[in-house]
């Protein structure tokens, strides 16, 4: 993984968390980091990014939805 494309995850990653956090709470996004040994968006492995963002995508999904 290029230092580029791990920018753009930590990016999706990021925003995906801060409107998680804007509607629940960062507890949520906090269990997500957690179960993958990360206690920050930046600490995620990067073998993780593409399993962190998807879990978090569903989450906000979810909460778009209603």
Known sequence: MTKSERTNWITNIENTA???E???????VDFVL?????KSIDQIASSD???VYSELCAIEADLRSG
């Open 34 to 38: 957690k179960k993958y040994g990360a």
């Open 49 to 51: 990014l593409a399993e």
């Open 18 to 20: 801060s409107f998680i």
């Open 22 to 28: 804007s509607e629940i709470g960062a507890e949520t």
